[in-house]
């Protein structure tokens, strides 16, 4: 179908997946529980829900692969790239559409399972925060990840299915909150939170040969890391420049620091506002 100049148009990192929607969606909010920070990668996951009505699918859905993290609900990613895609579930009206894959879109109404937050990330803006659901909504709430006694010197990490699980043994260098349309796609969240090591810093204790990597093509180092079987956001290892890119989003313990800034700004997602007093850096600080 032709797209209307009024649609919202997604897509996954790769491309191979494209989507719109029309009218605006029936709710729109940033969600901090822990199996979407795990999916995405991510401080949050965005969310629209849309009318199935109102959705449209832009090309062929030949990669799409689902992962049921719990009864009620199944998550979609590209098995290319590795992008959240959108995912319908058992719902026979409303399809979830990740805002993170969309430049333009419409506005966020509020946050949800706020009792879930990152330690890390502190909300800033004005929006209304819901401790689980908004109030109209009745899904079954699932308990966060129970956690054995933390290890000294180590932060603990995994993917959604716990198949891929690591270790972070060094102090993160620096920690960014990046905006640029890769990582949007690649996370199909608002920014992603990547910390970063040296390649030595992190090490796989469970099932590295599950991690599928998809390498932008035009691009000279990007690549985005993600498990096989959830598409989770997991770490990659870039010996090339001998650094280690870490999703804080797939984080089990605390790591003690959250983001010193916000990168590649100019590239920002026109329908995210930029709340909290961190340097802000139109490309990528020197």
Request: charged share 20%.
């Amino acid at each position: 179908m032709m797209v209307d100049a009024d649609m919202s148009q997604g897509r996954c990192l790769c491309g191979s997946i494209k989507w719109s929607f029309s009218e605006r969606p029936q709710a729109a909010y940033h969600c901090h529980c822990s199996m979407c920070r795990k999916a995405h990668g991510a401080a949050f996951a965005t969310y629209y829900l849309v009318a199935k009505r109102d959705f449209y699918w832009e090309s062929e859905i030949n990669t799409l692969q689902e992962y049921q993290s719990t009864p009620e609900f199944i998550r979609s990613f590209c098995a290319d790239c590795g992008s959240i895609v959108p995912n319908d579930g058992e719902n026979d009206e409303i399809i979830y559409v990740p805002a993170g894959s969309h430049d333009d879109g419409p506005q966020v109404q509020a946050h949800i399972f706020t009792a879930s937050k990152a330690s890390w990330h502190e909300i800033t803006d004005g929006l209304t925060q819901y401790e689980a659901y908004m109030p109209d909504e009745n899904s079954r709430v699932y308990p966060d990840k129970a956690l054995s006694q933390r290890l000294i010197g180590i932060v603990r990490g995994s993917c959604l299915c716990n198949t891929v699980q690591f270790h972070v043994t060094e102090p993160f260098r620096i920690v960014h909150n990046c905006h640029c349309s890769r990582c949007r796609r690649a996370r199909a969240a608002a920014f992603t939170t990547n910390g970063f090591t040296t390649t030595q810093g992190v090490v796989f204790i469970k099932g590295e040969a599950s991690i599928r990597f998809y390498k932008l093509p035009e691009a000279k180092y990007f690549a985005h890391a993600f498990c096989e079987h959830c598409g989770s956001g997991v770490p990659r290892k870039d010996p090339v420049r001998g650094i280690a890119v870490i999703p804080l989003g797939a984080l089990d313990d605390d790591p003690g620091v959250g983001a010193a800034d916000h990168i590649f700004v100019d590239h920002k997602a026109k329908w995210y506002t930029i709340t909290d007093d961190l340097p802000a850096f139109a490309q990528m600080p020197d």
